[in-house]
């Protein structure tokens, strides 16, 4: 305890000539026991004598001394108030104590008063403090805030908070145009305002669970299919739900993410078509030309002829930004084929989604629905479609709402139709529907020079797509690709060439590099009944190199191409799987 300030009469030591100076240390150690270390060690005011005091040079003085101390906020003494005075008369005669008494009241007052006054200095700089500290966080909240706003405001998706009554207590830019709510509308709407009556938007968000579904959101006479994103806010305490942030996006944009995702894109256009035959060139005339109408268009012709490519080609010709949806119609099984096409609710049937799924029809919505094989469409949805494909509307399995459509129907088959009509096995009235524009696209052994063309365009393709030099095709082999039929039209084509490029290996694709099917079922020429120049070159070529160890070589090759797989390696010769087992025993090949 230091000695901070004093004032009056200066306080003498006995036998010393220099005042007691601010800062001399006021302590137990230094004065023993004193008014002062009293009355803070007690926290309460304290009143001695001189002959009270420890120290000899206090002790002598016929003094009196009175101390309060100074307690701050918390009631810790930090500093105290003496008040010393010298005594005329001895201070235990009873005429003068109650003068003395007064003096501590007196002291008392002046501690407290310069307590209370450190108080308030005190709760002053708390409540600077906590000011400053409030306007920093305020600062910051305002920043985050605006920071929050910004972000929102850019984002393409509809976000919208409310309460659990449904009242929209925030939206952002995008969210206001979905609802054409005016910036003065924004917080005085119910989000029930705007939904169906099926919604069941607000008994999900009750549930306080994190969930995707589809809503259909109406403002004004304008009706819009978006998928919303719940997440619901609970209350710390109570855990009920007393907020939720709504994300709303159109079922357009996520039906566009699901076709870009899954590939389903438009790959070809017109350029990609090969040939030089008028036949071909006449089915490309007619694509382009029909093209830009907004018919239905039936494709026919053999399997392989190149119908898919021939859609892709219209597609692109059409709506080259839209999605380019492919459903072949014999390759999904029955009982799936409808909610493929059609889509489904939530909770249709056992197995489904619980938030429903949209079918290729709908995932076609500003583009073209391919039905390859349409020939093998069920009986009973032909109806079902032909209704979609005269109003472009579109009912979702165990929906109870139709949802608009728009899309073009590109239908492909290699099944004649019109007697299939006759046969009561396809409608007659949804075979019309379909027929309104229809190209036949010809067969491969009726384009003659063609096959060598598509020929050489394989091999190129494939060689440099695995980095290989490119071997030619030799005069017996063109013969031969050229007399052969082909049943499986460009596809066979391509297969076989990619074939001969693996088996050969020079820089010329010979007869015996070739699938043994094609040489054994290749029909030469004949004139006047002699053999032409191809057979006969075949015929030197058997000589030189006989047809049964040719046939054995490519059917080794085959089994080391398909990985010992005999199912593989029929399918890629053309034969069943009984001839390939047939032939191993034969030639004796083992693996």
């Known amino acids: 305890m230091y000695l901070l300030h004093k004032t009056g009469v200066h306080l003498l030591l006995q036998g010393e000539k220099h005042v007691l100076p601010p800062g001399y240390a006021w302590d137990e150690r230094n004065v023993g026991t004193s008014a002062h270390s009293l009355c803070m060690h007690l926290k309460r005011p304290v009143q001695l004598l001189g002959l009270e005091y420890y120290c000899e040079a206090v002790a002598s003085e016929n003094i009196i001394i009175s101390a309060a101390p100074i307690l701050d906020k918390n009631d810790e003494a930090i500093a105290c108030v003496a008040l010393r005075q010298e005594l005329a008369n001895e201070p235990w005669e009873k005429r003068f104590q109650f003068l003395y008494s007064h003096t501590i009241g007196l002291v008392r007052t002046f501690a407290m008063a310069i307590g209370d006054a450190v108080k308030l200095r005190e709760s002053h700089n708390d409540l600077e403090s906590a000011n400053n500290h409030l306007k920093t966080t305020r600062d910051s909240l305002a920043g985050a805030y605006e920071t929050l706003e910004a972000t929102l405001s850019l984002m393409d998706e509809g976000i919208v908070m409310i309460d659990r009554t449904g009242k929209i207590e925030n939206i952002n830019r995008e969210g206001a145009k979905i609802f054409k709510l005016r910036p003065d509308q924004m917080e005085s709407r119910n989000i029930k305002d705007f939904l169906s009556r099926q919604s069941s938007l607000m008994s999900v968000i009750e549930k306080g669970k994190r969930v995707n579904l589809e809503e259909t959101i109406s403002s004004g006479r304008d009706e819009e299919n978006y998928l919303v994103s719940v997440c619901p806010i609970l209350n710390p305490n109570s855990r009920q739900v007393y907020r939720a942030v709504l994300r709303f996006n159109h079922i357009e944009t996520i039906n566009a993410l699901v076709t870009k995702r899954s590939g389903a894109m438009s790959s070809y256009s017109f350029d990609d078509i090969i040939g030089e035959a008028n036949i071909i060139k006449n089915a490309v005339t007619t694509a382009r030309r029909f093209a830009t109408s907004q018919e239905n268009i039936l494709l026919t012709g053999e399997s392989g002829t190149g119908k898919e490519i021939f859609a892709h080609a219209i597609h692109n010709d059409y709506r080259p930004r839209g999605p380019f949806i492919a459903v072949n119609c014999a390759a999904i099984p029955r009982n799936l084929i409808e909610s493929e096409l059609f889509g489904y609710e939530g909770g249709s049937f056992t197995g489904a989604e619980r938030s429903g799924r949209p079918g290729k029809i709908e995932l076609a919505n500003g583009g073209t629905l391919f039905l390859d094989e349409i020939g093998d469409m069920p009986f009973e949805l032909q109806a079902v479609l032909l209704r979609v494909l005269e109003n472009k509307r579109v009912m979702r399995i165990g929906g109870s709402r139709y949802r ?99 088996i050969t290996k020079g820089d010329v694709i010979e007869p015996e590099n070739l699938p043994s099917h094609v040489v054994l079922d290749s029909v030469p020429a004949k004139t006047n009944g002699e053999v032409t120049t191809a057979a006969r070159t075949d015929e030197k070529s058997r000589k030189l190199s006989p047809i049964k160890d040719s046939e054995k070589s490519i059917i080794e090759a085959t089994i080391i191409q398909s990985r010992y797989n005999v199912a593989t390696a029929a399918r890629t010769l053309n034969i069943s799987k009984s001839s390939m087992y047939r032939k191993l025993k034969e030639y004796n090949i083992e693996f």
């Open 404 to 502: 608009q459509v728009d899309f073009r129907l590109i239908a492909a088959t290699n099944r004649d139709l019109y007697q299939m009509v006759k046969g009561n096995l396809f409608r007659e009235d949804f075979y019309y529907r379909l027929t309104v524009l229809t190209i036949n696209l010809p067969p491969l052994r009726e384009r003659g020079n063609d096959i060598e063309l598509l020929s050489n365009y394989f091999i190129e393709n494939y060689c440099r797509r695995i980095g290989r030099r490119i071997p030619k095709l030799s005069p017996a082999t063109k013969k031969i690709i050229n007399n052969y039929q082909w049943p499986g039209n460009i596809r066979q084509l391509e297969n076989a060439m990619i074939y001969a490029v693996n």
